[in-house]
T-cell receptor, first 111, second 116 residues
Framework: QKEVEQNSGPLSVPEGAIASLNCTYS??????FFWYRQYSGKSPELIMS????GDKEDGRFTAQLNKASQYVSLLIRDSQPSDSATYLC???????????FGAGTTVTVRA | DAGITQSPRHKVTETGTPVTLRCHQT?????MYWYRQDPGHGLRLIHY???????DKGEVSDGYSVSRSKTEDFLLTLESATSSQTSVYFC???????????????FGPGTRLTVT
C-alpha cells in the first residue's frame, strides 16, 4: 500500500463549479498535511497546509482533515480556468522532516 | 520560488558521463532535498540534507550521491549517467520560518535532464 494515495483523475469541472480532490494516507501518526499545485512544466507550489482536524479556508481553497478516517481533501470553489493544474497531496510521516507525496490529481476547468 | 535556484535548467548528456546538478538557496533553511519526477511515479525523494555535511538517502538513491559543504548549496551527482535517470529534478528546502511551519517544503524551478 502506498503511503499517500490520491484520485488519479483527470478531474474535469465546469467553470464556477466546485472541484473536490481527495487524499488518503496510511500512517495513522501523521500530523502535517499539505496541498501543492503544479502547472504543466513548472515546479510544485505550496497552496495549503493543515495540521488539525476540521476545515481550513484560504480564499477559494478549503482543506479538510479527518485524522480518524486518515483522509485529507481539497475543495476549490468557483473554479477558474487558471485552476487547471495537477494537485499533489503531501504528508509528513515519521520523526524527520521528509514528506511523502501522492501521485497527483490533474484538474481541468472547462469554460 | 522562495529564493531557490537550480543549475543548469536543462542538460543533455551521454550515457556513462558524470553529471552534477546544483541547488542554491538564499533562505538559510536547514533542510534541503532532491527529488525526481517522472510520469506515473510522482515526486520521489533521492537524498536529503539536515545540515552542512549531514545527508541521508531517500527512496531512490541508487546511482546518485550528494554533498553539502555550505548551508546554501546542495549538489546532486550522477556518477555515471544512465538513460533511466532521464527525468526532471527538483530541489526543495524547508525549515523554521516566520511565515510557515518547519515542515513546509518550497521547490526550486527544476532541472530537465536527458541522458542519451
Amino acid at each position: 500500500q502506498k503511503e499517500v494515495e490520491q484520485n488519479s483523475g483527470p478531474l474535469s469541472v465546469p467553470e464556477g463549479a466546485i472541484a473536490s480532490l481527495n487524499c488518503t494516507y496510511s500512517d495513522r501518526g501523521s500530523q502535517s498535511f499539505f496541498w501543492y499545485r503544479q502547472y504543466s512544466g513548472k515546479s510544485p507550489e505550496l497552496i495549503m497546509s493543515i495540521y488539525s482536524n476540521g476545515d481550513k479556508e484560504d480564499g477559494r481553497f478549503t482543506a479538510q482533515l479527518n485524522k480518524a478516517s486518515q483522509y485529507v481533501s481539497l475543495l476549490i470553489r468557483d473554479s477558474q480556468p487558471s485552476d487547471s493544474a495537477t494537485y499533489l497531496c503531501a504528508v509528513k510521516t515519521g520523526d524527520d522532516y521528509k514528506l511523502s507525496f501522492g501521485a497527483g490529481t490533474t484538474v481541468t476547468v472547462r469554460a | 520560488d522562495a529564493g531557490i535556484t537550480q543549475s543548469p535548467r536543462h542538460k543533455v548528456t551521454e550515457t556513462g558521463t558524470p553529471v552534477t546538478l546544483r541547488c542554491h538557496q538564499t533562505e538559510n533553511h536547514r533542510y534541503m532535498y532532491w527529488y525526481r519526477q517522472d510520469p506515473g511515479h510522482g515526486l520521489r525523494l533521492i537524498h536529503y540534507s539536515y545540515g552542512v555535511k549531514d545527508t541521508d538517502k531517500g527512496e531512490v538513491s541508487d546511482g546518485y550521491s550528494v554533498s553539502r559543504s555550505k548551508t546554501e548549496d546542495f549538489l546532486l551527482t550522477l556518477e555515471s549517467a544512465t538513460s533511466s535517470q532521464t527525468s526532471v529534478y527538483f530541489c526543495a528546502i524547508s525549515g523554521p520560518s516566520l511565515a510557515g511551519g518547519p515542515y513546509e517544503q518550497y521547490f526550486g524551478p527544476g532541472t530537465r535532464l536527458t541522458v542519451t
